[in-house]
C-alpha cells in the first residue's frame, strides 16, 4: 500500500504512459513507483550494486545505474526523466547547489524532483538548541525560505512543499518570542518539497509546441525584449502565432516567461493578439 503523505503525494497515478523516472539511493521506492507508473520506464542509481539488488530491479523492470550522483556519475544526457526522486540531495549532499542544478538539467521541460528537508524551525529543534543540545549526527537542517532560494538559484520555478512528522504541541510561547508559525512550520519536523523545472503554465504550453517552434518564438521575444529590429521580429511573432495556431492565454504565459522589460511585454502582447 502506497503511504500517500510521502514523497510519492507529489506523484500522481498513471503520471505518464511514456514516463522516465529516476531514483536515487533508496530502493524502497522502487515498488510503489512501479506501482504507480506501471508504464514508465523507471531507472535506479545507486552506489554499490548485488545480485540481489539486481534480481530485486529486475524483477520491477528497473533499470540500474552504478555511481555516486554527487560525484560525477549523472547522465551526461540532458532533459531525459520526468521525475526525479533524490531523497537525500538536500540532507547529505556535500554541495547542494551544484547537485540541484545537475538534476534541474537532467529533467524534461514539464519535469519535477522530489526530496524531503529537516526543518531547522522545528519546535523540537528549537528546544534542543535553547538546552544547549546541538545536532551531532551529519545530517543537514534548512528553513523553508532557504531551501525556495536553494532551488530557485538552481533554476527550478515552481517550489511545493508538504509536512510530514508533525506534531501536536502548544507554540505560544514560541509566538511570544518572535517567531512566526506560517504553514505551522513551527510543528513540522519534516517537509516534502516538489520542485518544478518549469512552472505549470509554462510546462503545459511547452507540451503543446515542439522544441523548434519554443526555441524560435523565445529568439525572437528576446530580440524585441532588447529593442532588436522590432517591427520585423513582432511581424515574425504574428506569423509564428497564426502558423502554430498559438491561442492568447498560452502565449501569455510564454512571454511573461521570457521577456524582462515590462515595457517591451507590453508591447509585444498588444501587437500579436491572435485575430
Not at 543537514?140 to 533554476?155: E, R, S, T, Y
Request: glycine share 4%; proline share 3%.
Amino acid at each position: 500500500m502506497i503511504d500517500r503523505q510521502d514523497l510519492f503525494e507529489f506523484v500522481p497515478p498513471n503520471f505518464s504512459t511514456e514516463a522516465t523516472a529516476l531514483v536515487i539511493g533508496e530502493e524502497k521506492y522502487l515498488p510503489p513507483l512501479r506501482e504507480l507508473m506501471p508504464a514508465a520506464k523507471i531507472f535506479f542509481m545507486t552506489e554499490e550494486t548485488s545480485t540481489q539488488l539486481k534480481n530485486f530491479c529486475d524483477a520491477l523492470n528497473v533499470k540500474i545505474l552504478v555511481g555516486d550522483y554527487q560525484r560525477g556519475a549523472l547522465p551526461n544526457e540532458t532533459k531525459i526523466f520526468d521525475v526525479i526522486i533524490a531523497d537525500d540531495c538536500l540532507t547529505h549532499s556535500r554541495d547542494v547547489y551544484p547537485t540541484l542544478a545537475e538534476l534541474n538539467n537532467l529533467l524534461t521541460y514539464s519535469g519535477f524532483l522530489v526530496t524531503k528537508f529537516f526543518n531547522a524551525r522545528f519546535i523540537g529543534m528549537l528546544e534542543n538548541l535553547r538546552r544547549g543540545r546541538f545536532p551531532t549526527n551529519e545530517k543537514i537542517f534548512w528553513a523553508k525560505w532557504d531551501v525556495v532560494k536553494l532551488f530557485h538559484d538552481a533554476f527550478f520555478k515552481e517550489i511545493h512543499f508538504l509536512p510530514k512528522g508533525k506534531v501536536d504541541a502548544n507554540v505560544e510561547e514560541w509566538l511570544n518570542f518572535g517567531f512566526e508559525n506560517f504553514s505551522e512550520d513551527l510543528l513540522t519536523k519534516i517537509w516534502l518539497v516538489k520542485a518544478c523545472k518549469c512552472t505549470a503554465e509554462v510546462a503545459a504550453l511547452k507540451e503543446f509546441f515542439s522544441e523548434e517552434t519554443r526555441a524560435e518564438l523565445s529568439r525572437l521575444l528576446h530580440r524585441v525584449d532588447f529593442g532588436i529590429d522590432v517591427d520585423e521580429n513582432i511581424s515574425r511573432i504574428k506569423k509564428i502565432r497564426q502558423r502554430e495556431r498559438i491561442f492568447d492565454e498560452y502565449f501569455t504565459d510564454f512571454v511573461n516567461q521570457v521577456v524582462f522589460h515590462e515595457d517591451a511585454r507590453k508591447i509585444i502582447l498588444e501587437r500579436t493578439q491572435a485575430k
